[in-house]
């Protein structure tokens, strides 16, 4: 369902782009722009999308379109969660280096000085071995393709069974988390 992740994540960013510059015209309308997002979707086959514009802290566009699941042909509502994937670690990333320049943190720091409750043996990583993935901490998802966790339906569990997994030799080996 979701092959053609970069695909749609480029082609929401060219919609924000143009949606951007669409709604802050005077001659745009709200029904103009949910033509051109119905055109564009069809022309891209894109199966759906939320769309939500703020402005001045006020949300002066919002509308759902098209399908979350194409086979069993369940509509975008507000409600829908899209899987942001790996889009997360830019945002991560940005906030973590903001933290430091405020003061906050030091990306040489070790996790520990920041989040004192973790396993003893995940202390002494690093901030930045965390934004570069190389820790060696052990998945939490049971796959990198799904949200399932590894115990499946179960996060506290699935917190609880990770924080006894040896950690991989940084370095060694390379496993892809969504830990950051």
């Known amino acids: 369902m979701y092959k053609n992740n970069k695909v749609l994540l480029s082609t929401l960013l060219w919609f924000g782009t143009l949606l951007w510059s669409a709604l802050f015209s005077s001659l745009v309308k709200a029904e103009s722009v949910d ?3 119905k055109t564009l979707m069809k022309e891209r086959h894109i199966p759906g999308l939320q769309l939500a514009v703020v402005k001045d802290d006020k949300i002066i566009k919002q509308g759902s379109y098209g399908f979350a699941d194409l ?3 369940v509509p975008v509502t507000e409600q829908t969660l899209f899987p942001i994937n790996s889009m997360t670690k830019a945002f991560t990333g940005v906030a973590i280096v903001q933290l430091a320049e405020q003061g906050y943190l030091n990306i ?6 920041h989040l004192p409750n ?8 690093k901030i930045n071995q965390l934004m570069g993935h190389t820790t060696g901490l052990p ?4 796959s990198n393709y799904a949200l399932e966790t590894i115990v499946p339906n179960d996060v506290e569990a699935s917190w609880q069974a990770v924080q006894k997994q040896p950690l991989f030799t940084p370095w ?3 496993v892809l988390t969504s830990i950051l």
């Open 35 to 37: 033509k051109l997002i």
């Open 71 to 73: 086979q069993h042909q």
């Open 108 to 113: 040489d720091d070790e996790i520990g000085k």
């Open 118 to 125: 973790l396993p003893k043996a995940w202390l002494q990583l």
């Open 139 to 142: 998945p939490i998802l049971a």
């Open 172 to 174: 060694k080996s390379y």
